[in-house]
């Protein structure tokens, strides 16, 4: 079956505008992680979903970014007032309801806040 | 606050060689632990796991060790190949009763050379 996917694959946008970045999970998964990954460093954790529970939002930077997850599939990561050190690598894993469970990882959202 | 590390974040071999990655953990209540591979422009991918019961699980020409006595995670690759040519990163997480949420070392920048 499909994997994770992500849209779009690259974004460039200008210094405060807005931005919304898709991830769309496989099929089944209850678990939704959102990651940003800087230049030459490790994966930063954002924002988790599980199923119907509160997500966990403890990773989110600022209160410029926000993510949601309708029907318990898509989720959108929106950047507000995006600022030029936004840019970054934005990854989205789903996995089944389990710590232990693999995460599988999309292609990522390479943005460019000019 | 406790974090996953690794000591080197480049390695260099030529093709054919045996590669070692490692990694050093501090949070002693981590039993479980993931090594990832993430190609340029790619998403990170499952490599193998190990838990904490474990000192050694194999794979396909992968084998990972775990020394809980120093904290110590390493990845070994057995006859290193062009396609091997990534950055491999390790996470630590905990079984169930702890946080879904996966920590993330650096990563480190495997190249093979022909």
């Known amino acids: 079956g499909a994997g994770v996917s992500q849209s779009p694959s690259n974004k460039v946008t200008e210094k405060g505008k807005d931005v919304e970045l898709r991830c769309d999970p496989i099929s089944g998964h209850t678990a939704l992680y959102w990651y940003r990954q800087s230049l030459g460093q490790g994966l930063e954790f954002l924002i988790y979903f599980q199923g119907n529970s509160a997500p966990d939002k403890s990773g989110l930077p600022s209160d410029r970014f926000s993510a949601e997850r309708t029907g318990g599939s898509v989720s959108t990561l929106t950047i507000q007032r995006t600022q030029q050190e936004d840019s970054a690598v934005y990854l989205c894993?789903?996995?089944?309801?389990?710590?232990?469970?693999?995460?599988?990882f999309g292609p990522g959202t390479r943005l460019t806040v000019l | 606050g406790e974090s996953v590390g690794l000591h080197l974040p480049t390695l260099s071999v030529q093709e054919g060689d045996n590669s070692i990655i490692n990694c050093a953990y501090s949070?002693?209540?981590?039993?479980?632990f993931i090594w990832y591979k993430q190609e340029s422009g790619k998403g990170p991918q499952f490599i193998i796991d190990i838990r904490s019961n474990m000192d050694k699980r194999q794979g396909q020409r992968v084998t990972v060790l775990l020394n809980k006595t120093v904290k110590h995670l390493s990845l070994q690759i057995a006859a290193t190949q062009p396609g091997d040519s990534a950055v491999y990163f390790c996470a630590e997480n905990r079984l169930p009763g702890g946080s879904y949420i996966p920590t993330f070392g650096r990563g480190t920048s495997l190249i093979v050379h022909p």
């Open positions: 949070n002693s209540a981590s039993d479980y």
């Open positions: 894993a789903s996995s089944s309801d389990s710590s232990t469970d693999t995460q599988y």
